[in-house]
């Protein structure tokens, strides 16, 4: 009889002390989302006004070349001291932080100024670093038990912003009269992420690092697995940032009108979502992963032949495979939630992943530009590209060999023939 009165008289008491952790749940969930939502919106609303914005402020082939190059440089250098921001600071008030540099970075390129323009760049680029590295911790401390999901929410949440802001940049600096006012719009996005993370960055159970809990990512660089995530995320990197900041320009230079170059681009990031869903399906069965990594690159190498080689007119079947080819990066977050036995782990692996990715990955933008500048082509510059996707897909082959081992959590290789006998 005591149990039956005390178990009612005692609900309300649990009810309650479960809303605030209903409540954080939820938060995340969203966070994941509209950071994800962010990360790209930044970087693929200004590629199809670079045209634009270099006729409006008459910047040369250098700062032309410079701009699509600062977002990469950004994620290596701010990307590379994450850990130490986060040890400082914590998990969420870290994201915060950089997501209000984020909005200011975006609103601070609305002045019609080239000075404006590269400084606002470098300040929202950097708050971007920040949540881009810190996002696979924070994946992993709210969503640990479904990672693979959270993940495939983050990264198509990635692709819709990057759509989003492709597809309608051009037709928004028409309407606002500038491209430097149509910039300035997407901070309105950062700042709703913001406004989410609030709540996480002040509450009393924020995830705070202790001086003990360090794990040096550059240590990492010594291993095998270090080694792999560091350069598949940099070849990656590099050809995502190059697509997304040329892409446009590209195809505007062999006849396309510029609002059809970034629709294309918008193709480009639109059926990486369904890329995302179906690799992220695909590693997530046993035997499946090192598969998942093979069909992506293989798609990014064919996609590549064909912007080099078919005409402007079968430039929609270039961005499906192009597009089809950014799964990779899916696949590596997902491989960076699941890594290292603890969060501070994940951060290091994180760390030194994107850092020194980013630092590959910003030879892309700059050298094709720098390239397209001097020998007034395309051709020398997509020759280089298209090698780059198929050390790739060499490299993904290494790195979906990689499991993880549920005892000691680590990522171990396989080989082929014990993997096919896991199916």
């Not at 921001?85 to 915060?96: K, S």
């Not at 006012?181 to 609030?198: K, Q, R, S």
């Not at 270039?318 to 089809?324: H, R, V």
């Amino acid at each position: 009889m005591s149990v039956n009165s005390a178990g009612p008289s005692n609900q309300p008491a649990v009810q309650e002390a479960l809303k605030p952790a209903w409540r954080a749940n939820l938060l995340a969930v969203v966070a994941v989302i509209l950071v994800g939502l962010n990360l790209r919106m930044g970087i693929a609303s200004a590629s199809p006004l670079f045209h634009d914005l270099q006729e409006l402020l008459g910047y040369g082939t250098f700062v032309a070349s410079l701009l699509p190059t600062i977002p990469v440089l950004c994620f290596a250098v701010a990307g590379a001291a994450t850990s130490t921001v986060l040890r400082r600071t914590g998990l969420e008030l870290g994201i915060a932080l950089s997501l209000l540099m984020l909005a200011a970075g975006l609103a601070l390129r609305v002045a019609d100024s080239t000075w404006a323009l590269l400084g606002g760049t470098v300040v929202g680029m950097c708050g971007l670093a920040v949540c881009n590295v810190s996002m696979p911790s924070f994946i992993r401390q709210y969503h640990g038990n479904r990672a693979a999901s959270m993940t495939a929410a983050y990264t198509t949440t990635m692709s819709i912003g990057a759509t989003l802001a492709s597809s309608i940049s051009v037709p928004l600096a028409a309407k606002a009269g500038s491209p430097t006012t149509a910039l300035a719009l997407w901070a309105i996005p950062a700042l709703m992420a913001l406004l989410v993370f609030m709540p996480l960055a002040f509450s009393s159970k924020r995830t705070t690092v202790s001086p003990g809990a360090h794990v040096s990512p550059w240590a990492l660089l010594a291993t095998r697995k270090g080694l792999l995530f560091t350069t598949v995320f940099g070849i990656q990197s590099l050809l995502v940032y190059t697509v997304v900041s040329w892409l446009p320009h590209i195809l505007i230079s062999r006849g396309l009108e510029p609002v059809t170059a970034g629709l294309m681009l918008g193709i480009v990031q639109g059926v990486s979502i369904l890329a995302v869903l179906a690799v992220l399906w695909m590693a997530s069965k046993p035997g499946l992963q090192r598969a998942a990594f093979v069909l992506t690159a293989s798609c990014s190498v064919l996609g590549f032949a064909a912007l080099l080689f078919l005409p402007v007119e079968l430039s929609l079947l270039t961005s499906l495979l192009i597009g089809l080819g950014f799964g990779v990066f899916p696949l590596v977050m997902l491989m960076l939630s699941r890594s290292g036995g603890s969060a501070e782990e994940t951060t290091a692996l994180s760390t030194v992943a994107q850092s020194v990715g980013y630092l590959i990955a910003a030879i892309g933008p700059f050298a094709l530009g720098i390239m397209q500048g001097a020998l007034g082509s395309w051709t020398t510059g997509l020759v280089i590209i298209l090698a780059c996707a198929v050390v790739q897909l060499l490299f993904c082959y290494k790195l979906g060999g990689l499991r993880q081992d549920h005892e000691s959590r680590y990522l171990v290789e396989v080989d082929a023939a014990s993997e096919k006998g896991q199916a």
